[in-house]
């Protein structure tokens, strides 16, 4: 899992060369849709959608409630490209498969990368719809070795050994608290640590007792290393979790969660979730250098 398949600064250039080829749209923001979360796209004006099996060097999705498709258009003025799935590493994608589009939109000339994703509540103030914005985040496999920056660094792209304190941009944080405020949603609204484990498995109760003391708030399978690959090349980034299953922590407790449960919460949650986006994003400040 550690061996490190190689992507060539080139292979990432002509991706981004084929979809300028494509488009005429020159993203500014990037949204990575969670399971369940694809509606995020849907707000986007005048839209050029292209199949992942259609672009040149895109992996391919194989999870339910991950559409596979990459979306350009238009957001409150600014130039959006949504990711309708993104590539989990349990699916059998190496890391740098997994993270591959946001290099890719790095060339494309996108300066802040939106995640989100479906997660599982360690915390106790975190119930099933809440939304918890992301502060920080422990990314597990990466603590043993398997990180998308595994290998010889490619410095056109970012430094060798890139800081990962503050990654969550502090400034989106509380600007998507306030959005919650002014949508009448502030009773939902949570910030927290996410931590990504490689699943694809759900927690035992061994495991989430462990991740609740070690201060855990919600738990999931993605987002760190597309994080990790973001904040190395130099992008802003918000990220966070819809919650849709409380993790069992308690052997009195007869509930298990499924995916199915997961993607009825996110798509009863959605719309919630679209609208607090598309306000950040309208708020952004961007450059607006297109490349
Ligand atoms: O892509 P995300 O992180 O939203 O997906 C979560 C984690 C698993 O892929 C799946 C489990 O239901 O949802
Ligand atoms: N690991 C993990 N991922 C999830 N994604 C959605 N819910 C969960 C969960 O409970 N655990």
Not at 28 to 47: R, T, W
Request: aromatic share 6%; hydrophobic share 35%.
């Amino acid at each position: 899992m550690n061996s490190k398949e190689q992507i060539s600064h080139d292979d990432y250039q002509k991706t981004a060369d084929w979809l300028k080829s494509q488009t005429k749209h020159r993203p500014q923001v990037a949204i990575i849709c969670g399971s369940g979360l694809g509606v995020l796209a849907d707000n986007l004006k005048c839209q050029d959608s292209f199949a992942y099996s259609d672009i040149p060097g895109f992996p391919q999705s194989t999870v339910q409630g991950h559409a596979g498709r990459l979306v350009f258009g238009e957001l409150k003025g600014k130039t959006c490209v949504c990711m309708q799935g993104r590539f989990h590493m349990y699916e059998g994608h190496s890391l740098c498969k997994t993270t591959f589009p946001v290099r890719v939109f790095k060339l494309l000339g996108v300066e802040t990368l939106i995640v989100t994703n479906a997660a599982g509540s360690l915390a106790d103030g975190l119930r099933p719809g809440d939304i918890m914005i992301i502060k920080d985040h422990v990314n597990f496999p990466g603590l043993v070795g398997m990180n998308p920056l595994f290998g010889p660094n490619d410095d056109k792209f970012g430094p060798r050994f890139p800081a990962m304190s503050g990654c969550y941009d502090k400034g989106l944080r509380s600007s998507a608290m306030e959005i919650g405020k002014q949508l009448g949603v502030s009773e939902l609204m949570h910030e927290g640590v996410y931590a990504m484990v490689g699943g694809p498995n759900f927690e035992s109760i061994a495991e989430a007792r462990l991740l609740h003391r070690l201060g855990v708030d919600a738990v999931g399978m993605s987002t760190a290393p597309e994080v990790v690959i973001a904040i190395h090349c130099g992008l802003k980034v918000f990220g966070l979790s819809l919650i849709t299953n409380k993790v069992v922590k308690s052997y009195e407790d007869s509930d298990s969660v499924n995916h199915e449960g997961v993607l009825e919460v996110s798509r009863l949650r959605s719309q919630t979730v679209q609208q607090l986006v598309t306000e950040l994003v309208s708020r952004m400040e961007t450059n607006n250098n297109a490349v």
